[in-house]
């Protein structure tokens, strides 16, 4: 099956500086690439998504790019500030209608 | 506007105990599902559902069971809890044909004693 890595799994920025986060899957088949955000105590949110049709999508300050080739794909976000400070997953399906393998997560913290 | 909603935000309950986990979704899913998320292992997909009276095992099954008699609602059924069990459990749904994300519970979570 499926399985996804992500890394790092902590990561620190200084306010208004970007923040990267990537991921690795296996299975060259998977078409739907998922990033969602929880903040501490709440849901987590999808934020943004892309599909293996398409290289690279932006909303505002978040961008992630898809690297099908590698089976690699990151979340971008730019002049980040302490409310992006969350934990982050990433997630891969084989199918859009096939459940999806999270990676672990990345704990953000934006330094202000 | 909450749209999948979970019972319990906190639950304790004894070892040995048959506790249900009870999800609800307004969004005319067919899609739902119940994941586990503990501390370094993310989320764990237990079981989900993509039409009513069905289910299919994910990766952590053994020890639980699923109901789902009506499209809106999914329930994740921990048959005998263990300490073990002890985590966060997340309910979500989606539409089908893989048109829309993943919309999540706010949660509960399970302690065992």
């Known amino acids: 099956g499926e399985n996804v890595e992500q890394h790092p799994s902590t990561l620190s920025v200084q306010e208004g500086d970007s923040a990267v986060i990537k991921c690795t899957y296996s299975d060259s088949a998977s078409n739907y690439f998922p990033w969602y955000k929880q903040e501490l105590g709440k849901r987590p949110q999808l934020i943004i998504d892309?599909?293996?049709?398409?290289g690279e999508k932006k909303d505002q300050r978040i961008a992630v790019t898809l690297n099908k080739t590698a089976k690699h794909f990151s979340l971008h976000i730019t002049e980040t500030q302490p409310e992006d400070s969350a934990v982050y997953f990433c997630a891969a399906s084989l199918r859009g209608n096939t459940p999806l393998v999270f990676g672990k997560g990345t704990r953000l913290s934006v330094i202000a | 506007d909450v749209k999948v909603t979970q019972s319990s935000r906190y639950l304790v309950k004894r070892t040995g105990e048959k506790v249900f986990l009870e999800c609800v979704q307004d969004m005319d899913h067919e899609n739902m599902f119940w994941y586990r998320q503990d501390p370094g292992l993310g989320l764990r997909l237990i079981y989900f559902s993509y039409d009513v009276k069905m289910k299919e095992k994910g990766d952590i099954p053994e020890g639980y069971s699923v109901s789902r008699e009506k499209k809106e609602r999914f329930s994740l059924i921990l048959e005998s809890a263990s300490t073990n069990q002890t985590s966060m459990y997340l309910c979500?749904?989606?539409?089908?044909?893989?048109?829309?994300?993943?919309?999540f519970g706010s949660g509960t979570r399970l302690t065992v004693v």
């Open positions: 979500a749904s989606s539409p089908s044909g893989g048109r829309g994300g993943y919309t």
């Open positions: 892309i599909r293996s049709n398409v």
